[in-house]
């Protein structure tokens, strides 16, 4: 755990990841008030499916993807979606909306009973599909973001797209080891947040 003990990340009050490239996405609005981040939810995405390293991610997320470019795109004509954090398959954290703001990740979704998951939760999408694994590097940055986010919000619950979607999305799918994140989080959450709320255990969600 040497290598992502090394990884130390810190978001500031204007809810930006320090040093993380920063292109804003205009997918985005005002959290309902008095609504705490508690949830963080993981996602996979590659445009092209299943294409990695391209540019259709981030044209998406800032409304430039052109749906001429690929068969597929036909069917993303005039979608609207951003989230707050994308990490590439070379490790590169890319952020599109701040934490303070709701990013329009989630779409239709419920998790324990609430609705609306994009008013109260972080969006992190990871360059990839449900039919091939990550890269060690990204759960190395996932793990270290995540610490990050726990020591900023009071975030109580970490869940794939799938377990707030479950009629709709299948990512991160079966190829995202919840086991390896679980110990790698656990390993560095052993730190005193800087909330008073933090939870005490590290994730409580359902591992793969």
Known sequence: MSRIKKQRMQINTAGHLEKARFIPSPNCDERPP???????????????????????????????????????????????????????????????????????????????????????????????????????IQYDRLIALTSALLKTYPITDIAGHADIAPARKTDPGPYFDWERYRQGLSCLTSEPASHPDNYSEPVKTKFR
């Open 34 to 136: 008095e609504c705490a981040i508690s949830l963080l939810v993981i996602h996979n995405i590659s445009l092209p499916p299943d294409e990695f390293g391209g540019n259709g991610v981030i044209e998406l997320f800032t409304n430039q993807l052109d749906p001429e470019a690929h068969s597929y795109y036909q069917s993303l004509r005039d979608l609207k979606v951003s989230s707050h954090f994308f990490i590439r398959r070379d490790g590169e954290i890319i952020q599109f909306v701040p934490c303070t703001l709701r990013a329009w990740h989630a779409g239709v979704s419920c998790w324990q009973g609430k609705d609306r998951c994009n008013d109260f939760s972080i969006g992190i999408e990871l360059e990839g599909s449900d039919f091939l694994s990550f890269e060690p």
